[in-house]
């Protein structure tokens, strides 16, 4: 699996948009960077997946640089909900079947007011 | 619509003992995976069931087994328990034809002593 690299934490006040950095230098044509995060005392969520181009949900964005080596997951206005770890993950071509998730450590978001 | 749900919550076993966790997956989802979260690590994905067969398994020893039901639903056994094994058990479902996202539970938290 393609390895990916992010800051351990950051911070943040609370309303400022945040902007989460990702590198993964070593990612195949068909591999997909997806974001996923874990609040305290929960199970990872989805946050946002793409390939090549700039993705907007009512989560957040995901910016993906032109050669694909990085990425930024951006929440547009952290609020104190926001406060988790943040996984960027690199995912194989969609089979049939979900394919596994490899996670590394994150990036420990702290909001604060 | 109940997300996915995972018994029990918490469990303290002995070393070399045996314990069994379960899942029942998200409404509609047929496939299940388990991932292993030790303290302050990202999660480790330890094996995924679909179709009641095991069809994709991570870096983790014989000790680890399941099964998966006609209802889809999971159990994740380990056998002779180390304190090593201590950590999150997550369980995720995901559909089969929109595998972009995987459904994670709360977990259940082992305590081996």
């Known amino acids: 699996d393609a390895k990916t690299t992010q800051p351990n934490s950051m911070e943040s006040n609370e309303e400022e948009p945040v902007h989460l950095p990702c590198n993964h230098s070593?990612?195949?044509?068909?591999?997909?960077i997806h974001w996923y995060r874990q609040l305290p005392s929960q199970g990872p969520e989805y946050v946002i997946h793409?390939?090549?181009s700039n993705v907007n949900n009512r989560m957040a964005s995901l910016a993906i640089a032109e050669d694909r080596k990085s990425s930024t997951l951006i929440l547009h206005r952290a609020t104190l909900r926001d406060a988790a770890v943040y996984y960027c993950?690199?995912?194989?071509?969609?089979?049939?079947?979900?394919?596994?998730?490899?996670f590394g450590t994150g990036t420990r978001l702290q909001v604060t007011l | 619509d109940a997300g996915v749900t995972q018994s029990p919550t918490h469990l303290i076993k002995t070393r070399g003992q045996q314990v069994t966790l379960r899942c029942s997956p998200k409404?509609?989802?047929?496939?299940v995976s388990w991932y292993q979260q030790a303290l302050g690590q990202g999660p480790q994905f330890i094996f995924q069931?679909?179709?009641?067969?095991?069809?994709q398994r991570g870096n983790f020893p014989d000790r680890f087994s399941g099964h998966q039901f006609p209802n889809y639903s999971s159990e994740l056994n380990v056998n002779a328990l180390l304190l090593g094994d201590s950590a999150l058990y997550l369980c995720?479902?995901?559909?089969?034809?929109?595998?972009?996202?995987?459904?994670f539970g709360p977990g259940t938290r082992l305590t081996v002593t």
């Open positions: 793409g390939l090549t």
């Open positions: 993950i690199l995912r194989g071509q969609h089979t049939g079947t979900a394919s596994k998730l490899t």
């Open positions: 070593t990612i195949s044509g068909t591999d997909y």
């Open positions: 409404s509609g989802h047929d496939t």
């Open positions: 069931y679909y179709e009641e067969e095991e069809r």
């Open positions: 995720a479902s995901s559909p089969t034809r929109q595998s972009y996202e995987q459904y």
